[in-house]
Each structure stands twice: as C-alpha cells, then as structure tokens.
T-cell receptor, first 111, second 114 residues
Framework: QKEVEQDPGPLSVPEGAIVSLNCTYSNSAFQYFMWYRQYSRKGPELLMYTYSSGNKEDGRFTAQVDKSSKYISLFIRDSQPSDSATYLCAMSVAGFQKLVFGTGTRLLVSP | AAGVIQSPRHLIKEKRETATLKCYPIPRHDTVYWYQQGPGQDPQFLISFYEKMQSDKGSIPDRFSAQQFSDYHSELNMSSLELGDSALYFC?????????????FGQGTRLTVV
C-alpha cells in the first residue's frame, strides 16, 4: 500500500466551479503537507504548504489538513481553464526534504 | 528569476548504456534533491545533497550514483540502463536546510531507454 493515496482523475469541471482535491496518507509522522501543480512536460510548482493541522488560504486556493483523519484537501475557487493541470499532494516528516508524493489528480477546467 | 536548470532536457539511450544527468541549482542554493517520475506515476525521491555531502537516500538503485560538486551543481550517473529506467528525472534545489525552506523543481530530464 502506498504511503500517500490520491485519485488520479481526470476531474472535469466547468469554469467558475469550486474544485476539491484530496489525499489520504498512512504515515502519522508526516508534519509538512504540500500541494504542487504540474503542467505537461514541466516540473512541479509549489502552490501551498502547511505545517501540521489547520487551514491556509492564498487567493483562490485553500489547503486543509486533518491529521486525525490523515486527510488533506486543496480547494480551488472560481476555477479557470488555466488551472487545468495535474495537482500533486506531497508530504514529509521534515520540511521539503525527502517528499513523498501522491500520484497526482489531473484537473480539466472547461470554458 | 533564475530557476533550476537541468540538462539535457531529453535523452535517448540503449539498454546497458550509461547516462549522466546534470542539475544546476538556483544561485546560493546549496541543497539538491533528485526525483524519478515514471510514466503516470508519482515522483519518487532518489537522493539529496547538502553542501556537497549526501544528506539522504531514497529508492535509488545501486546502478545509479550521484554527487554534488564544489559549484553546487549535481550529476546523476546511471549505468547498465534498463527499460524500466525510462522516466522523467527532476532535480530540485533549496537554500540551507530548514523546515520551511522551499525546494524549487527544474523542468526535468526525460530519459528514454530503448
């Protein structure tokens, strides 16, 4: 069983929709939780990261971490076609060292 | 702003050949991480270096080796290549290690073994 599970999608939504992306994990030692966006043929780009439990908001993006359930989420409000990409969750025991990634969810936002 | 530079961007090798992938970190970044992303798979951590010393090791095969040089660039050497080594290889760099020091990823090198 993988340490981090993520539905690969694809997830198709119309422009303006609220998108919910999720990951579950099994390692209770994880303390740092990240969301990366990856466009085709590009490297992962950090969107947000959270330490321990709680919520974090940045513009249209909100990250939530529920350590008791070992569940993290990324919400995208007012989704745009330019948000179409693969979204990878990642987590670690110590900062950005030795990240463990999910498989990524492919998001398609149609105009 | 300068980003992480990886070369080459694409590489085609035959089975049993060797390959060398290069990573040039962002200026003043002294930590480098290597990840392997197979087709449709999540990136897997291979190895990392801090101040030219190996700092952590993940699922890196014995056929692979890596090092970080005095100018902080890093090279991943892959020998006796197998078809299963075909993947996207990412390098990331960060400033001196700290809990909240973001690692920035390069564009990756796509290795195809035929």
């Amino acid at each position: 069983q993988k340490e981090v599970e993520q539905d690969p999608g694809p997830l198709s939504v119309p422009e303006g929709a609220i998108v919910s992306l999720n990951c579950t994990y099994s390692n209770s030692a994880f303390q740092y939780f990240m969301w990366y966006r990856q466009y085709s043929r590009k490297g992962p780009e950090l969107l947000m990261y959270t330490y321990s439990s709680g919520n974090k908001e940045d513009g249209r993006f909100t990250a939530q971490v529920d350590k008791s359930s070992k569940y993290i989420s990324l919400f995208i409000r007012d989704s745009q076609p330019s948000d179409s990409a693969t979204y990878l969750c990642a987590m670690s025991v110590a900062g950005f060292q030795k990240l463990v990634f999910g498989t990524g969810t492919r998001l398609l936002v149609s105009p | 702003a300068a980003g992480v530079i990886q070369s080459p961007r694409h590489l085609i090798k035959e089975k049993r050949e060797t390959a060398t992938l290069k990573c040039y970190p962002i200026p003043r970044h002294d930590t480098v991480y290597w990840y392997q992303q197979g087709p449709g798979q999540d990136p897997q951590f291979l190895i990392s270096f801090y101040e030219k010393m190996q700092s952590d090791k993940g699922s890196i095969p014995d056929r692979f080796s890596a090092q970080q040089f005095s100018d902080y660039h890093s090279e991943l050497n892959m020998s006796s290549l197998e078809l299963g080594d075909s993947a996207l290889y990412f390098c990331a760099s960060s400033q001196p290690m700290g809990a909240h020091t973001e690692a920035f990823f390069g564009q990756g090198t796509r290795l195809t073994v035929v």
